[in-house]
């Protein structure tokens, strides 16, 4: 009984609220992937706080929110732009995700996140030179692959739960990144 339910409220978010369910899930899964880099750092003796930090979860969670909509709306306009699921076409939409939504989310998190945590914007803007082309590299080798399986494999109005799925991984980088990693 209970997995039938949760089956109707996955088919009603996947298709009745598509726009809603992709902004929660993106928020949720980003805020997912802090918790994962956090307990990694106090593991390893390298948090911060030497405590979970709820707040710093919560930035994760807003920014993640934020990159909800532009992501829905991009994977439809480029299902539109481009439709079909060959090979050729495939390439051609990781492409485009690499050069456009790759760039507009790696580049408004790390400055996003830094304005949240109470940087300057040049404070902020010096975090995104320094941190934005060890991001951008990471970000060619996880998603090209994964994005070639999403754009032959999975149907479209999957494609972001795919990528929200897979962004657990790379949220716990990007928290890495953020909160972890200094440039040399």
């Known amino acids: 009984m209970a997995l039938e339910s949760a089956k109707t409220m ?12 992709n902004i929660i899930a993106s ?3 980003l805020m997912l992937g802090d918790v994962i880099q956090q307990n990694i750092e106090l593991y390893r003796g390298l948090h911060r706080k030497g405590t979970y930090d709820w707040n710093r979860s919560g930035k994760m969670l807003l920014i ?13 306009y480029l299902e ?3 439709p079909g699921k060959t090979i050729t076409c495939a390439a ?8 456009v939504i790759s760039v507009f989310v790696d580049s408004t998190f790390l400055y996003g996140i830094s304005i949240m945590e109470e940087q300057t914007p040049a404070q902020a803007w010096r975090g995104l030179q320094d941190k934005f082309l060890q991001v951008y ?13 999403n754009f032959t494999l999975v149907p ?3 494609r972001v739960l795919f990528v ?10 990007l928290s890495y990144f953020q909160h972890q990693y200094q440039a040399k």
């Open 27 to 29: 928020g949720g899964l």
């Open 64 to 76: 993640g929110l934020f990159h909800g909509a532009p992501r829905h709306y991009f994977y439809v």
């Open 92 to 99: 051609k939409k990781v492409f485009i995700d690499q050069t």
């Open 137 to 149: 590299l990471c970000d060619w080798i996880l998603w090209p692959p994964a994005q070639m399986l």
């Open 164 to 173: 929200n799925v897979t962004n657990l991984a790379w949220s716990t980088i």
């Open 156 to 158: 479209p109005r999957f």
């Open 10 to 21: 996955f088919r009603t978010a996947y298709s009745k609220h598509l726009l809603a369910t």
């Open 80 to 82: 539109r732009f481009i």
